[in-house]
T-cell receptor
Framework: DQQVKQNSPSLSVQEGRISILNCDYT??????FLWYKKYPAEGPTFLIS?????DKNEDGRFTVFLNKSAKHLSLHIVPSQPGDSAVYFC?????????????FGGGTRLMVKP | DSGVTQTPKHLITATGQRVTLRCSPR?????VYWYQQSLDQGLQFLIQ???????AKGNILERFSAQQFPDLHSELNLSSLELGDSALYFC?????????????FGNGTRLTVT
C-alpha cells in the first residue's frame, strides 16, 4: 500500500510559467513533508520542507502548500526555468516512528521547455 | 556534492552471486539509511543505522543485510541475487535520528543482475 502517491508521472511546462507538482498521502501519522529533486546519475537533493503545523513554506521560487484535511501537498515553482527539469519526489516522515526514515512517492518528471 | 560517498558506482553480476555496497556518510553524520529504487519508481526504504545500531527496518529482504562500522561507514550485503534485485541503491545520512533532520543522499550504486 503506497502511503505517499504522486499521481502525475510527468509534467511539461513552458519556461517562465508556474509548475505545480502534487502529492497525496494516506498515513495520518505523517507530520513532516519534504520535496527532493533528482537529476540523472545523481542522488536526490533536498529542496524544501514543511511541518504539519504550517500550511505554507516558501523559499525563493519554491513554495510548498500543505492541506492536512485533504492529506495533500503541492510544490509550486515560479517562474519555472529549464534547469528545474528533473524528477521531483515528495517524501513524508512521522515523528512517532522509529528513526527518521522518509517514505517517498513515485516521483514526477518535470520538463521545462525554453 | 552531498558529502555522502557510495562505491562502486556500477556493479554487474550474475544471479545467485553476492555483492557488497559501501557507503561513507557525511562527516559528523551518525545515521545511515539505505534505499532501493527500481525501474524509475520511488525510493523504497530498506534499513537505518544510528551510531552502529540498527534503528529501523523497512521492506528489506532476508537475503539482504547491512551493518554500520565504528568509523560510521556502512555496507549493504545482497546475496543469492535475483534478476529483480537490479536497481539503484542509495545511501543517505543525517546528523542524528530526529525527524527534522534532512537526509543527504549519495549518487547511488547501480546494480545489474544478469
Amino acid at each position: 500500500d503506497q502511503q505517499v502517491k504522486q499521481n502525475s508521472p510527468s509534467l511539461s511546462v513552458q519556461e517562465g510559467r508556474i509548475s505545480i507538482l502534487n502529492c497525496d498521502y494516506t498515513n495520518s501519522m505523517f507530520d513532516y513533508f519534504l520535496w527532493y529533486k533528482k537529476y540523472p546519475a545523481e542522488g536526490p537533493t533536498f529542496l524544501i520542507s514543511i511541518s504539519s503545523i504550517k500550511d505554507k513554506n516558501e523559499d525563493g521560487r519554491f513554495t510548498v502548500f500543505l492541506n492536512k484535511s485533504a492529506k495533500h501537498l503541492s510544490l509550486h515553482i515560479v517562474p519555472s526555468q529549464p534547469g528545474d527539469s528533473a524528477v521531483y519526489f515528495c517524501a513524508a516522515s512521522a515523528s512517532l516512528s522509529a528513526g527518521n526514515m522518509l517514505t517517498f512517492g513515485g516521483g514526477t518528471r518535470l520538463m521545462v521547455k525554453p | 556534492d552531498s558529502g555522502v560517498t557510495q562505491t562502486p558506482k556500477h556493479l554487474i553480476t550474475a544471479t545467485g552471486q553476492r555483492v557488497t555496497l559501501r557507503c561513507s556518510p557525511r562527516s559528523g553524520d551518525l545515521s545511515v539509511y539505505w534505499y532501493q529504487q527500481s525501474l524509475d519508481q520511488g525510493l523504497q526504504f530498506l534499513i537505518q543505522y544510528y551510531n552502529g545500531e540498527e534503528r529501523a527496518k523497512g521492506n528489506i529482504l532476508e537475503r539482504f543485510s547491512a551493518q554500520q562500522f565504528p568509523d560510521l561507514h556502512s555496507e549493504l550485503n545482497l546475496s543469492s541475487l535475483e534478476l529483480g534485485d537490479s536497481a539503484l541503491y542509495f545511501c543517505a545520512s543525517s546528523a542524528s535520528q530526529g525527524t527534522r533532520n534532512t537526509l543527504h543522499f549519495g549518487n547511488g550504486t547501480r546494480l545489474t543482475v544478469t
